[in-house]
């Protein structure tokens, strides 16, 4: 298989997917450009090679051409990380993204417009009414697959070679991510983004020095429960804090007032923690949490034990208690994984543990541990901090990262391996 280090790029075309879904304020100001620097070395990779970029993104979720969820919003910040005048095609369809990329010289960088305003980048038919019928749903969708085969193929037929580096949406079997991948049978590999994460991934779920402790955090355990299943075939401690720790303490009889809590997983909950057992795995749940009397930064707050927490009140962040406790295990791990929040993060009152938790985990890669970090609150908690820099890895996938950890083949990477 090809490596972005032993192609030879040389006169040669690329046609990069990267993840330029980054976030933007009313002003279309990027608030966090974590994924464009990380795309950046694959695309300098190439120019210094005597190659030409041809870089195709998406950007949020857009149902047609939407001018908020435009490209050229980020131009001068790719530029500006690149170093280097980047053009841009404002349809990545047509005659002007056709030309534009034929006539790149070695050096040269274009961006193309969000490949998400073609209905044929995701496959999904839009425009459909609510009461469309099965056959009507069938048609459409068989119609839109020749579409995207056409949406495809002139993609591909912009570049010499491919290269996937968007992990983002690598659990997504898209146009650009997995099917413009034939017609480079020769052509394709991975950017550095992808190669890293799925290096880094692999190191800790394959060959975790021990001992090894996993952070699960975030609302729910039904979103992480093939996670959480896999992951107690690996790790010596699994850490839960979040939403999701209630539903682990009413199923064991505690009073857990107006917390967060998924009745119908309480028996899948006590099955969990039997299994724990079983393979000798320790469960680290809050002991003490930070309840509030209403959910925003105006309420009133106090320190509960997570098993009696008054009937009016609910749980909404880890206190300093139970974070002593984690901080403990932490600081004796040489492997550390770390998903979700331990606290709702998005209200300021309440990220305090979140906080606590990168700064332990930091703490913790500077004795020696290897740290892993993954999903958007606790990426965004670290990158925050200031401590991205002070752990091991900082993943760019979110779907993408979760779906690897439970098994998944991703049709981002199966594609390229094939």
């Known amino acids: 298989m090809q490596t972005i280090d032993t192609y030879n790029f040389t006169g040669k075309r690329a046609i990069i997917r990267v993840d330029f879904n980054v976030p933007l304020n009313e002003q279309f100001q990027i608030t966090d450009d974590t994924r464009i620097r990380a795309a950046i070395p694959t695309i300098k990779k190439v120019l210094a090679g005597g190659g030409s970029a041809i870089i195709m993104s998406h950007l949020g979720r857009p149902k047609g051409v939407t001018d908020k969820y435009s490209l050229r919003h980020i131009l001068k910040a790719v530029e500006s990380r690149l170093g280097v005048p980047v053009k841009f095609a404002s349809d990545c369809m047509g005659e002007e993204a056709r030309e534009l990329s034929k006539t790149l010289n070695p050096g040269e960088a274009l961006l193309l417009e969000n490949l998400r305003f073609y209905a044929e980048e995701e496959g999904k038919p839009r425009g459909l009414a609510d009461d469309a019928g099965d056959d009507e749903k069938k048609a459409a969708k068989a119609a839109l697959k020749a579409k995207q085969k056409d949406f495809t193929k002139q993609l591909a037929s912009y570049a010499d070679c491919y290269i996937n580096d968007a992990f983002g949406t690598a659990h997504r079997a898209h146009a650009s991510t997995a099917l413009i991948a034939e017609y480079f049978p020769n052509d394709k590999m991975f950017g550095y983004v992808m190669e890293s994460e799925i290096k880094a991934v692999d190191k800790v779920l394959e060959a975790p020095e021990r001992p090894f402790t996993a952070i699960l955090g975030g609302s729910k355990v039904s979103s992480k429960i093939t996670i959480i299943e896999r992951l107690l075939t690996k790790v010596n401690n699994l850490v839960i804090g979040g939403g999701m ?149 900082v993943s760019t996938g979110g779907g993408a990262l979760l779906e690897y950890m439970e098994g998944v083949e991703l049709p981002g990477v199966k594609a390229i391996r094939q």
């Open 245 to 393: 720790s209630f539903t682990f303490i009413k199923a064991q009889g505690g009073k857990i007032g107006k917390s967060i809590c998924e009745d119908d997983q309480l028996q899948l909950a006590l099955d969990i923690l039997k299994k724990a057992a079983t393979l000798g795995v320790n469960i680290y749940l809050p002991t003490e949490v930070v309840i509030a009397d209403d959910f925003s930064e105006t309420a009133n707050t106090r320190i509960a034990a997570i098993n009696a927490i008054p009937d009016e009140w609910e749980g909404v962040d880890a206190a300093p208690a139970s974070i002593d406790r984690w901080r403990n295990v932490l600081l004796e791990s040489k492997t550390i994984l770390w998903n979700g929040p331990v606290g709702v993060f998005e209200i300021a009152k309440f990220a305090n543990g979140t906080k606590a938790i990168a700064q332990i985990v930091a703490e913790a890669t500077a004795q020696g541990a290897y740290s892993l970090v993954g999903g958007g609150d606790s990426v965004a908690a670290v990158n925050q901090m200031g401590f991205a820099d002070k752990v091991s890895y």
